[in-house]
């Protein structure tokens, strides 16, 4: 009898669960049902729905030198930043993985130290040791605070990788005389592959999106596109920020797709 009567109570358990998810993606997803038909609206307001469908805000977005200028300074920085941080985090989180050695806890929890700070505190830091230094307001300053803040990113994806691999090959390669730095270019990397792809892309995605670290080290002249978003949001109502934040959206979807279709050809090949 009892297990007659859990039967519907579990029911309904997942029903309010399943009911409870629905509520939770709805309210998630809400903004961007909103903000996208407004990014195809006329360019005259800002409405939901649009009375008139149309492409003027892209093109006042593509074609304004305000709004491609922090584009192309945030695509810069989001390369660059990718690249600086694969060079330096791919041996560190190799080394960290495959050795042991003194200091190797105090190490890592200096790596990982910013994902347990709050994004501002180390943003002012930054900011202060960077005025120190007088790059405050560079190129310079904003690639370096970025791969600051997704080094530990990286770590976690590329030590993921790691310890998936097989030491016995990397200890084969070396048996046949293969040096260190050619064993990990040889052997350790080609098998990385997806892990590193995965790792560049959160790096460029990351970096591409950030605006707390960026709004204090930016300047006038090197001003993010999130930096202007917020700037815009701030001291004006402009339709072109639905333009956007649409392609943002765009952006931040293409680079889930490879991550799913990376995940699903690795599990594959497993």
Not at 84 to 106: D, E, H, I, N
Not at 155 to 184: C, S
Request: net charge positive.
């Amino acid at each position: 009898m009892s297990e007659h009567l859990r039967d519907p109570l579990q029911k309904r358990h997942e029903w309010l669960g399943t009911l409870l998810a629905i509520l939770c993606y709805v309210f998630l997803l809400a903004p961007i049902i909103i903000v996208v038909p407004i990014a195809f609206g006329s360019a005259d307001e800002l409405s939901f729905p649009p009375r008139q469908y149309s492409l003027d805000l892209f093109h006042i977005f593509f074609n304004s030198a305000s709004w491609t200028d922090p584009l192309f300074q945030s695509l810069k920085v989001a390369v660059i930043n990718t690249a600086v941080t694969l060079l330096t985090a791919v041996p560190a989180a190799y080394g960290l993985a495959r050795y042991s050695f003194p200091g190797k806890r105090l190490i890592s929890a200096l790596m990982f130290s910013s994902l347990i700070v709050p994004t501002i505190i180390t943003a002012l830091g930054l900011y202060l040791y960077f005025s120190y230094l007088h790059i405050t307001g560079t190129t310079l300053a904003l690639v370096l605070g970025h791969v600051v803040h997704t080094t530990p990113f990286v770590l976690v994806i590329m030590m993921a990788g790691v310890r998936k691999l097989d030491p016995n090959l990397e200890f084969g390669a070396q048996l046949l005389g293969a040096g260190r730095t050619r064993m990990l270019i040889s052997v350790v990397l080609p098998q990385l592959l997806p892990s590193l792809i995965a790792a560049a892309l959160f790096a460029f995605l990351i970096s591409f999106d950030e605006v707390v670290i960026s709004w204090f080290l930016s300047g006038s002249s090197t001003t993010t596109l999130p930096v202007k978003m917020f700037s815009a949001i701030r001291w004006e109502v402009s339709p072109v920020i639905a333009a956007v934040s649409t392609l943002l959206t765009a952006v931040s979807l293409v680079v889930c797709l490879i991550l799913a279709a990376l995940k699903k050809s690795s599990s594959i090949q497993n």
